[in-house]
Every structure is written in C-alpha cells, then in structure tokens.
C-alpha cells in the first residue's frame, strides 16, 4: 500500500479542487487550513451568492507578467469542463448578467458543503486551525513546522492564496515558503479594491451612488476607462467600475505617479444631448435657486460640489445660458477627483503577482526548481477580472494539479 503523502495547504477554491482531483486518483491527501472552516473566500463571494466562474472565458480577463502561461494552464479548460466538474459534485449553475455563473441555490454554502463533502468522501483528510509555520525539504521528503506539529509529505501543493482581505485568513505565509525553497517573487498590489483620495468634498457625497464612467488618468495620460456603478465615499471612492480599474491605479500609485479619475456621472447623455435637456427646462422669468433647479437632474448631494468645480455664477434659473449651462455639463460629464491610495489589502478581492510563472510548468502547475513542489490558485502571478475571472484560475490550476498523472 502506498504510504507517502500529498498535503496541500489552503482548503480555498483551489486547494479543495486539487485535493478531490488527487484523491480521486487514488493519492492519499492532507489539506491543512489556517482557519477554523474551509473556504472563507468562497462563502463571502457574490455577497454570498458565489460568482463561481464566467461562461465567456478570455485570455484578455487575465493578467500577469507572463501572458503565455497563464494561456496554457487555461487551454483545454475552458467553461464547460468546470461546469462537468461541479455537475460531477451535483452542483448545477445558472446565468446571470454578463456571463456570470451561479450555483442554482444561489448560496455560496452550497459550493463550499458539496466541495468538502466530496473530499470527505474520495479520503482527503482536511485539519482546520492548522497554521503552517515553516516549510523545508530534506531529500525527496518535505517537513512542515505546524502548530498542530509536524508534518511530512512526498508531495507539496501551496495554494495559500495571497494577502488580498486578510480578515478571511489571506496572508505572505505561501510566498515565504516558496521563496525559501528558491522560488522569486513578481511585485504584488491589492486589486479589485477601492480607492481613497484627500479631497474633502467626496465625504460631503459618501453614500451617493451613480451609474457612471470613471476614466484613469496616470501624470496626465489616459490609462483606461470603465463602467459601472460609482459609489463616493468618507474614504473615497468605490463601486464596481472603479472595482474594475482599480488594478491599473494600483499599480501606478505604487510606482508613485499621479492618479486622477475623470468620473461621467451621465454617461446615457453625450454631452449634446445633455446641453439641450438642461437648456429645454429653463424657465427664463423663474427665481428658483440653482441648487433647487438641478435637483430635477443631480443628486442634491452633488450638486454643490458641481457648481463649485463648474465655477458657475448663476444664482437663480433665469440666469442659466448657454456658456452658464456649458460649464454644469462638462463639470458632470468630467468631474475630477485625485486618487492618492488605495484600501490595501483588506479591502482588496485579489492580489496582482506572486509566484514568477515563469519557474513553473504550465501543465502540471509543478516548480521547475523544486520536483514534487506544486502551486495553485492566487499564489501565481496571475489575476482575473471581477466576474468569476479569479475563480476559473482558481478552479484550473486546482484540476490541473488532480489530474497530473505523476506518480507518487
């Protein structure tokens, strides 16, 4: 009977996929987990729904400093071979916007108590409150300091995430082992994070929300632009389109440049069409304020920090005209604001690098450096877009592990 050992460490999205696939293939699996219950990450995702996956997988909603690799591990493991994974768990998905995948129940527990039910079931053995302290290895065999003792295996597997939203147990603790054993790191920055700004009026609109455009301008030049909600805060600025570039603005406040967000709080209005409704609702003998004749448009809370950035000298309606009414739409249609950080890691969904891909095997998620050495999920420098991005890495690195035919 064979004796020696897989021990995985992380039960989050990746580590339970890549315990069942090994388990499956009749390997003996330990899966050790810092917190005291599996998948933290999961069950907090889609506000508790589970975005799963995305039905529309792009080599364009990946990033790393090594484009090729992520494009091999991804090959051959597309959408339906992750919807076959979850059927075999009998877990069925649902659409919703955008490609986005959901469990049926649409509860995030769901995934989570099918996951480890099968792992239960193929023999994996998962020890919660187990915190992995130190990692070597001495000949074929690799010693884990635990503080629930020792720990020895023939095969290693981190898939320990990264530091993104360390109130649910994400951490370094993966990259210190990996580098220890050899392996180099690519800088990590939060992503998928919201970002703060010293500007005073955002605290005077915390908690307005708007369907919006929000442009990224890094030292004045234009970086990318997305859509989506826009929510001001005390802090800042949140919401999922600046979620969604929130990646980039990382990266370049990171390297100390300028950052400012141009925001379109009527993106459904080109700035033509804007003009004339603004100019069609005057009435040219009213005395109503300012303030009061765009609350029929604005969000009260708006509206002075729009007149104050349009520099407008209406007071009342009657004295709106074109020039007056030009300043309020190109102060709605670009209204800056300066972004001088982000929430960190605690507010981040994910991390930007990790693991330099280029010191592993693509196919079997294996160290080129270190034999019997494996990495899945957030640990490698790769990282999705919102969506189910994240976790369709997640869920391909994790199979990819399960199903490599090496023999132990």
């Known amino acids: 009977m064979n004796t020696k050992k897989i ?7 990746s580590g339970l996929v890549a315990a069942i696939g090994c388990a499956r293939a009749g390997k003996s699996v330990t899966v050790l987990e810092q917190n005291n219950k ?10 508790g729904k589970c975005n799963i996956d995305n039905k529309y997988i792009n080599l364009n909603r990946f990033h790393s400093q090594n484009p ?3 494009a091999k591990v991804l090959k051959g493991y597309e959408f339906p071979v992750i919807e076959k994974f979850f059927s075999s768990l009998g877990l069925a998905l649902i ?11 649409l509860q995030a527990t769901s995934v989570v108590e099918l996951l480890e039910y099968e792992a239960k079931r193929a023999g994996v053995h998962i020890v919660c409150n187990c915190a992995v302290a130190r990692v070597d290895k001495k000949g074929s065999t690799f010693i884990l300091e635990t503080s629930q003792g020792t720990k020895n295996c023939s095969q290693l597997v ?3 995430g990264s530091p993104a939203a360390p109130q649910l147990g994400g951490s370094n603790s993966g990259y210190a082992f990996a580098t220890k054993l050899g392996h180099t790191l690519t800088p ?12 005073s009026w955002v605290k005077k609109c915390a908690g307005v929300k708007v369907a919006g455009v929000a442009k990224l301008y890094a ?4 970086i990318t632009e997305k859509k989506g909600d826009i929510l001001f805060t005390n802090y800042g600025i949140s919401g999922l389109a600046i979620l969604d570039l929130s990646r980039e603005a990382s990266t370049r406040l990171a390297n100390f440049d300028y950052c400012e967000l141009h925001l379109d709080l009527m993106p459904e209005y080109s700035k033509e069409k804007l003009t004339h409704l603004l100019l069609s609702r005057v009435q040219k003998e009213s005395e109503k304020p300012i303030e009061l004749w765009l609350q029929g448009v604005l969000n009260k809370k708006l509206i002075t920090i729009i007149l104050k950035h349009s520099r407008s000298r209406a007071k009342q309606e009657k004295e709106l005209n074109r020039k007056e009414i030009n300043k309020l739409v190109h102060t709605i249609k670009h209204l800056k604001l300066s972004i001088n950080d982000t929430r960190g890691f605690k507010g981040a969904e994910v991390s930007t690098g990790g693991i330099d891909t280029s010191e592993v095997n693509p196919q079997t998620m294996e160290s080129k450096l270190v034999p019997n050495l494996f990495f899945a999920g957030e640990i490698l420098d790769v990282d999705g877009d919102r969506g189910g991005f994240n976790f369709h890495w997640a869920w391909v690195t994790g199979l990819r592990i ?6 132990l």
């Open 7 to 13: 021990i995985i460490v992380g039960a989050g999205a």
């Open 38 to 47: 599996i998948g933290k990450k999961i069950l907090v995702s889609g506000n």
């Open 68 to 70: 090729d690799f992520a």
């Open 95 to 105: 659409e919703g916007k955008e490609g986005k995948m959901f469990p049926m129940s």
């Open 158 to 160: 981190l898939a320990s």
């Open 188 to 199: 990590r920055h939060p992503s998928l994070v919201q970002l703060c700004s010293e500007e």
């Open 219 to 222: 030292n004045g030049e234009y």
């Open 402 to 407: 399960g199903d490599n035919k090496k023999d």
